[in-house]
């Protein structure tokens, strides 16, 4: 099921990607997710502690910030590329800043994982085919993109830690952040925006239902199995992300580009277990 979930969160990335307008396919699949979490939120107790709001409010603030990287990244880069970084980039940076500032230190398979992720991120950027004028926009998007993952992780584990249990959290925010990023839509794009989401409703519940039903599979996974085998499953996503992108986008799959899709795979997998 977990490598399910990896599939699917490539594919509604890949939906992202080849749309016109990357801010309104994000409202889509965003917004989707958030009306079919609205239906289920009815049979779960609304929570009653201010800790509980409070981290829902900066893990929503966080999502929308993502929400819209996300969606100007792939705007100026390929999925081939921007994926991998987004998705490498922000267990690299957590990793990074625990040794640079907390004073964690690992063992050397982690180190081999660091190595792996810098080595492969650096290809992507700059050697993986696009041309020289076009690198360094999608790069530096992805790379705000991944920095935004690393803060919605730390923010969402704890949210999942409360007592009100993880479950309740993901409902919650998922509600929340369609709402969110449907005023975002709104605001950036007017009432031709909100227009456009509106006539693809049915293609917003079915995006929003993979992104939704992907991210509480791997939140029940967690309680089912070792957590560094679940992490490591869902990062296969980077490699169905590189297949998806030259399958079905059309993308140029340069050698560099394969290697590098699966070297950050690699590289997580070593950090997360």
């Not at 997710?33 to 603030?61: I, K, N, R």
């Not at 004028?133 to 992780?153: E, N, Q």
């Not at 199995?225 to 030259?246: G, M, Q």
């Amino acid at each position: 099921m977990v490598l399910g979930t990896a599939i699917t969160h490539a594919s509604w990335n890949a939906f992202v990607k080849a749309r016109d307008d990357r801010l309104v396919a994000m409202a889509l699949v965003v917004g989707g997710g958030g009306v079919l979490s609205a239906l289920v939120l009815p049979f779960w107790p609304v929570p009653s502690d201010p800790t509980f709001w409070t981290l829902m409010a900066a893990a929503v603030a966080v999502h929308t910030v993502y929400n819209y990287f996300l969606g100007v990244a792939y705007t100026h880069g390929d999925l081939g590329q921007v994926y991998p970084i987004a998705r490498g980039g922000g267990p690299l940076l957590v990793t990074i800043v625990s040794v640079a500032f907390l004073g964690v230190t690992f063992e050397a398979p982690i180190y081999v994982g660091l190595a792996l992720l810098i080595g492969s991120i650096m290809a992507l950027a700059f050697w993986s085919g696009a041309e020289h004028g076009a690198r360094l926009k999608p790069f530096i998007y992805a790379v705000i993109t991944a920095s935004l993952i690393a803060a919605y992780t730390l923010v969402d584990a704890a949210g999942a830690r409360l007592d009100t249990g993880p479950h309740v959290f993901v409902l919650w925010l998922c509600f929340l952040d369609g709402v969110a990023f449907m005023l975002v839509c709104g605001l950036l794009r007017g009432r031709a925006g909100l227009e456009a989401v509106v006539a693809d409703w049915r293609l917003g519940l079915a995006a929003g239902g993979i992104a939704v039903g992907g991210y509480w599979i791997v939140i029940w996974a967690y309680t089912q199995a070792p957590v560094p085998l679940v992490a490591a499953l869902r990062e296969t996503s980077v490699i169905f992300a590189a297949l998806i992108a030259t399958l079905f986008l059309g993308e140029r799959m340069t050698r560099v580009k394969a290697y590098a899709a699966i070297g950050v795979a690699a590289g997580i997998i070593l950090l997360r277990v």
